[in-house]
């Protein structure tokens, strides 16, 4: 099917949102049901320092543990607030920031950062300025920073100024509620279909009927997403397989044996990675051991990957190749690996 498909369901009564593009399954967000989500604003308390480490560990809400990097000067028993990260890899503390941002889908109250902001992405000046007005009106010199978002631009006056003063409101309510003796959960994580509607752009074609999945065949995709095997063009494939310490990727060039066919295999793995581990819930350390190619072709290979990471949501670097000849990534832990959320 042509376009860009939404298709909001559950799956094992879970909320879950599918965005599919030509046919393809480009993001699957599904809820976890366990822990704190990330995007969740806590009230923490200090427990112990870590002091070679320079962390102190929190106790954060419903018996959860934190970790804070960077705790230089605070002292046990003190209160915090921090908002959830990234997921915690199992046995280990839920990632913490001070940084708190309050995130829409128009507009991103930034406490700590005065200023008001447009997103880069909007080039028009006409637009630029019209977002800018709106924003000075609804802040009219409110102490926080707001940084408006790309999809502002799509939008009304009228739900642009109507998502600023929400977020507004609510980040005064939370940093008013951020003194206390005990950890509490001020402000929940965002589930699957709430993530969807912020951070997806207006598809063609929105499903939210019960079926949804059934329907544009996600299942399918789904079940296809719990296999290590990659299929890509042209005959040649991957193998994408997470362990304890990291996520190995192999690439494979399958029947094709031309000179290029290296080549043309890990592009086309460079350009399908981000949707695959963004699907798959992966991140932390990824090491891809591409097929064999002249060095002199490496240039070309790190151009696209760059190009593939850069249009990906989630933040990713690319560290670089190995003596060994692998390339290896540090990808931010937004999403619990898709096997352990279906398990």
């Not at 860009?4 to 030509?22: C, F």
């Not at 002091?51 to 046990?76: I, N, S, V």
């Not at 109250?109 to 909007?122: C, E, M, Y």
Request: hydrophobic share 40%; net charge negative.
């Amino acid at each position: 099917m042509k376009g860009r498909v939404i298709a909001l369901d559950q799956i094992n009564g879970r909320k879950a949102a599918a965005l599919i593009e030509d046919g393809v399954l480009e993001d699957l967000l599904i809820d976890s049901g366990t822990g704190l989500a990330p995007g969740a604003i806590c009230r923490g308390i200090c427990d112990r320092p870590l002091k070679g480490q320079g962390g102190m560990m929190l106790r954060l809400p419903d018996g959860e543990t934190g970790y804070l990097r960077g705790a230089k000067g605070l002292k046990p028993g003190e209160a915090l607030l921090v908002q959830v990260a990234t997921r915690a890899e199992p046995g280990k503390a839920t990632p913490v920031t001070t940084r708190v941002l309050f995130k829409s889908r128009f507009a991103i109250i930034t406490p700590d950062a005065p200023g008001i902001n447009v997103s880069r992405a909007i080039r028009d000046e006409d637009a630029r300025e019209r977002l800018l007005e709106i924003a000075h009106d609804v802040m009219d010199g409110a102490g926080p920073g707001l940084i408006l978002r790309s999809v502002a631009a799509e939008a009304s006056d009228d739900e642009v100024a109507e998502d600023i003063a929400a977020m507004l409101q609510l980040s005064g309510a939370v940093l008013a509620d951020a003194e206390g003796r005990a950890p509490e959960l001020l402000v929940d994580g965002p589930d699957a279909h709430l993530l969807a509607w912020r951070d997806w752009a207006t598809p063609e074609q929105l499903e939210d009927r019960e079926g949804a999945f059934e329907a544009h065949g996600v299942d399918e995709k789904i079940r296809r997403l719990l296999t290590a095997k990659v299929p890509l063009s042209g005959g040649s494939f991957a193998f994408i397989e997470p362990t304890r310490a990291f996520v190995a990727v192999d690439v494979n060039t399958g029947s094709d044996s031309s000179p290029a066919a290296g080549l043309k295999a890990n592009i086309a793995t460079a350009r399908a990675l981000p949707r695959e581990l963004r699907t798959r819930g992966l991140g932390g350390q990824i090491i891809v051991d591409f097929a064999p190619m002249p060095k002199k072709d490496r240039r070309q290979l790190e151009q696209i990957l760059k190009a593939a990471f850069r249009a990906d949501g989630i933040e990713t670097s690319l560290v670089g190749w190995t003596t060994l000849g692998n390339f290896e990534l540090q990808r931010k832990r937004e999403r619990q690996p898709l096997s352990d959320v279906l398990a």
